[in-house]
């Protein structure tokens, strides 16, 4: 083949290992190189070549916005070479959707951006990290791929970054997108889509990744929860907050009485991990967004980049609806 794919290996349970073959939740993550991971796995050199890059050896709950924006650095670097045709990163599976949603606002290219990881550490009875690996260059080097965001590959199955999320703490079929469906199978050596992304990424984002980023904290929402606990967040003053309700992002009354009309941008989302939340009358009088169908992690990731630069509210609803 003609171009290469760049693997950046950033750590996790893929590249994790545990006292036994049988240890399937108390491993280390972050203890192989991503050539390690990469030496043993049969038929990878099918798919080649290959220019790999070490970013990063965490657990990736460990991740940061620092490293964000040096990950989304890096691959634009990877993917404006002429002799790159894709990018397959391999990353714990915890974060991995919001630094897929990352990339995916930040990032600009219309090259296949994957990423993988696992959820059994290497050397585990029925490790899925080499398959999964294998899969996701499988998808890097189908056409089709081209021109639809980052996309995440695990357990056979193909999601688009906006709407992927981990449903299961330990399942190997933990991802999944709640509200749209898986939008493609990886059979046969090839990536097999049925959808496509409608929302702004990659190539059409206004996003990017020049400057740093400014806070934004997501205050969770629950039954009985008091006023002190708002008051604390809103305390360390945050540039934006994300308020996950219940419900359809229904926000009790003590909170809202705190954070209505503020100074900094506040959007309303939901911790039942799908559906749209609707803007209604009470949003008008708070002064509050909407984070439609994102989980408030994501609307976090939107909200960061959105205030980069000064915004009015009208940039803010349309914002949120494009992306």
Same mark, same amino acid.
């Given at each position: ?168 703490? =330990? &399942?190997? $079929? ?6 749209? /469906? #898986?939008?493609? *199978?990886? %059979? ?47 305390? =360390? &003053?945050? $540039? ?6 219940? /419900? #359809?992002?229904? *926000?009790? %009354? ?70």
């Amino acid at each position: 083949m003609d171009t290469k794919i760049a693997l950046i290996g950033t750590g996790g349970t893929i590249a994790g290992q545990g006292a036994s073959d049988t240890d399937l939740t108390g491993y280390t993550p972050g203890i192989l190189s991503l050539q390690d991971i990469v030496a043993d796995i049969p038929g990878m050199r099918d798919y080649g070549p290959y220019a790999a890059t070490q970013f990063a050896n965490i657990e990736s709950s460990d991740i940061t916005v620092y490293q964000w924006i040096k990950l989304a650095k890096t691959v634009q670097k990877c993917v404006d070479k002429d002799d790159i045709g894709a990018v397959v990163i391999t990353h714990g599976t915890d974060s991995m959707e919001e630094t897929a949603y990352f990339l995916h606002l930040t990032v600009h290219t219309d090259k296949p951006i994957i990423i993988t990881g696992s959820m059994r550490p290497a050397g585990a009875i029925s490790a899925d990290g080499p398959l999964n690996l294998l899969q996701a260059v499988q998808v890097a080097r189908t056409p089709e791929s081209h021109g639809k965001g980052v996309l995440v590959v695990l357990n056979g199955y193909i999601d688009g970054a906006r709407d992927v999320t981990k449903m299961n703490t =330990t &399942n190997v $079929a933990t991802f999944g997108s709640p509200n749209t /469906g #898986h939008m493609g *199978i990886v %059979q046969d050596g090839m990536a097999h889509f049925y959808s496509v992304p409608v929302r702004k990424h990659t190539m059409d984002s206004e996003f990017g990744v020049e400057q740093d980023l400014p806070r934004v904290d997501i205050l969770t929402c629950y039954a009985g929860i008091e006023e002190v606990m708002g008051l604390a967040i809103l305390a =360390t &003053n945050p $540039a934006g907050l994300i308020l996950t309700g219940l /419900g #359809h992002g229904t *926000i009790p %009354q003590v909170i809202r009485n705190i954070t209505k009309n503020l100074s900094i941008p506040v959007v309303r989302a939901s911790r039942t991990g799908s559906g749209i939340i609707s803007k209604v009358p009470q949003d008008e009088d708070a002064g509050y967004y909407v984070s439609d169908s994102l989980s408030p992690q994501k609307a976090r990731i939107l909200l960061m980049l959105a205030l980069q630069k000064e915004r009015t509210a009208n940039d803010l609803e349309r914002i949120f609806k494009e992306y």
